[in-house]
């Protein structure tokens, strides 16, 4: 069963601070994809990542898919309150013909002024 | 663009009773999924559609029926309400499979007592 892990589940900052979630699994993902969801809200697509080794700039998030395609960081610098939010990072399995994204659990993320 | 819309926002049921989740998407896009998402547990996928006719299960289907009659609408429907049930359901579509991100509704949050 492929699994992705993330972590830290919680972290809690200070504007301005930078910071870094982690998504990672012992499984080889052809892909990776990162979601902000806003709470009341679906999750919404920030990223994907394909090849290994790969770096994505959006803005001051800073994505990376390691180079084996096991694991994705997620980068942020100088956080702003409105970066608050569950970061979600997700992969697509490939069962019953089709691929399907499986999610990890996410890092709630809360930064105060 | 309206994307994918789903009603109700929230519902109360009460244990045995049955009730139907509606989800409709104007993107035209073949593929619709049905997650939940329970806390700390990320988003689990419970039925899929590939195209008008065409549903599978995902990893947790027990407890629920899907129907695609049209490109655009995917309902899921619970028949006999558990406490177990409890969650928020969230309906996605995308234009292809696995790679392609996902757009999101923004869920109904459903309380079974």
Same mark, same amino acid.
């Given at each position: 069963?492929?699994?992705?892990?993330?972590?830290?589940?919680?972290?809690?900052?200070?504007?301005?601070?930078?910071?870094?979630?982690?998504?990672?699994?012992?499984?080889?993902?052809?892909?990776?994809?990162?979601?902000?969801?806003?709470?009341?809200?679906?999750?919404?697509?920030?990223?994907?990542?394909?090849?290994?080794?790969?770096?994505?700039?959006?803005?001051?998030?800073?994505?990376?898919?390691?180079?084996?395609?096991?694991?994705?960081?997620?980068?942020?610098?100088?956080?702003?309150?409105?970066?608050?939010?569950?970061?979600?990072?997700?992969?697509?399995?490939?069962?019953?013909?089709?691929?399907?994204?499986?999610?990890?659990?996410?890092?709630?993320?809360?930064?105060?002024? | 663009?309206?994307?994918?819309?789903?009603?109700?926002?929230?519902?109360?049921?009460?244990?045995?009773?049955?009730?139907?989740?509606?989800?409709?998407?104007?993107?035209?896009?073949?593929?619709?999924?049905?997650?939940?998402?329970?806390?700390?547990?990320?988003?689990?996928?419970?039925?899929? &559609? !590939?195209?008008?006719?065409?549903?599978?299960? =995902?990893?947790?289907?027990? #407890? *629920?029926?899907?129907?695609?009659? %049209?490109?655009?609408?995917?309902?899921?429907?619970?028949?006999?309400?558990?406490?177990?049930?409890? &969650? !928020?359901?969230?309906?996605?579509?995308?234009? =292809?499979?696995?790679?392609? #991100? *996902?757009?999101?509704?923004?869920? %109904?949050?459903?309380?079974?007592?």
């Amino acid at each position: 069963t492929q699994l992705l892990e993330q972590s830290p589940q919680f972290l809690s900052i200070q504007e301005g601070e930078n910071l870094t979630v982690y998504c990672n699994s012992s499984s080889v993902f052809s892909s990776l994809q990162w979601y902000r969801q806003e709470p009341g809200e679906g999750p919404v697509l920030l990223v994907t990542v394909v090849t290994g080794g790969e770096v994505k700039k959006l803005k001051r998030l800073t994505f990376q898919f390691g180079d084996a395609r096991k694991d994705s960081s997620l980068h942020i610098t100088a956080a702003q309150p409105g970066d608050t939010g569950l970061y979600l990072c997700a992969g697509p399995v490939f069962s019953g013909g089709y691929n399907k994204l499986i999610f990890g659990a996410g890092t709630r993320l809360a930064v105060h002024p | 663009n309206a994307g994918v819309t789903q009603t109700p926002k929230f519902r109360i049921l009460k244990i045995g009773q049955s009730m139907t989740l509606q989800c409709t998407q104007d993107m035209n896009h073949n593929y619709m999924y049905w997650y939940r998402q329970d806390p700390g547990m990320g988003l689990k996928l419970i039925y899929y &559609s !590939v195209g008008a006719g065409i549903t599978d299960k =995902g990893e947790v289907p027990n #407890g *629920y029926n899907v129907s695609r009659s %049209t490109t655009e609408d995917f309902p899921l429907r619970l028949e006999l309400a558990a406490p177990s049930q409890t &969650s !928020v359901y969230f309906c996605a579509s995308s234009y =292809g499979t696995g790679g392609s #991100g *996902y757009t999101f509704g923004s869920g %109904t949050r459903l309380t079974v007592v």
